[in-house]
């Protein structure tokens, strides 16, 4: 079994930043990717950033440039990084544990219970 904690959400302006966390305990994290969706009400959950347990890195089209995933396997988190944030960056963010890094989310096994983030314009 494997518990993910996400911490960092809140309100900001946009143009602002924010940097997520996910805390993951209960398997050997280095080996695994790590994943990064969304959902804004109303709408499907949507593939954000992942990284692989080497550091390779996949990002959605529309966050390229802006944000950053990275982690920390001593600590066991992975961090998601968000500088440039729009009004359409609102949605609550979930972190998930897969065996390699990819942008489908029914590739996950585990997720975190989600952290709000809004952007206000």
Not at 12 to 22: I, N, P, T, Y
Not at 92 to 115: H, I, L, N
Request: aromatic fraction near 10%; charge should be positive; glycine fraction near 12%.
């Amino acid at each position: 079994q494997v518990q993910l904690v996400e911490s960092g959400g809140g309100l900001v302006q946009a143009g602002g930043s924010l940097r997520l966390s996910c805390a993951a305990s209960g398997r050997t994290f280095s080996r695994y990717a790590m994943g990064w969706f969304r959902q804004a009400p109303g709408k499907e959950r949507e593939f954000v950033a992942a990284v692989n347990g080497s550091g390779g890195r996949i990002y959605a089209d529309s966050v390229k440039g802006r944000f950053t995933v990275s982690r920390d396997n001593a600590k066991n988190t992975v961090y998601l990084q968000m500088n440039s944030l729009k009004p359409e960056d609102t949605a609550v963010y979930y972190c998930a544990v897969d065996q390699v890094a990819t942008m489908r989310s029914d590739e996950y096994d585990y997720w975190g219970q989600g952290t709000q983030v809004t952007v206000s314009s």
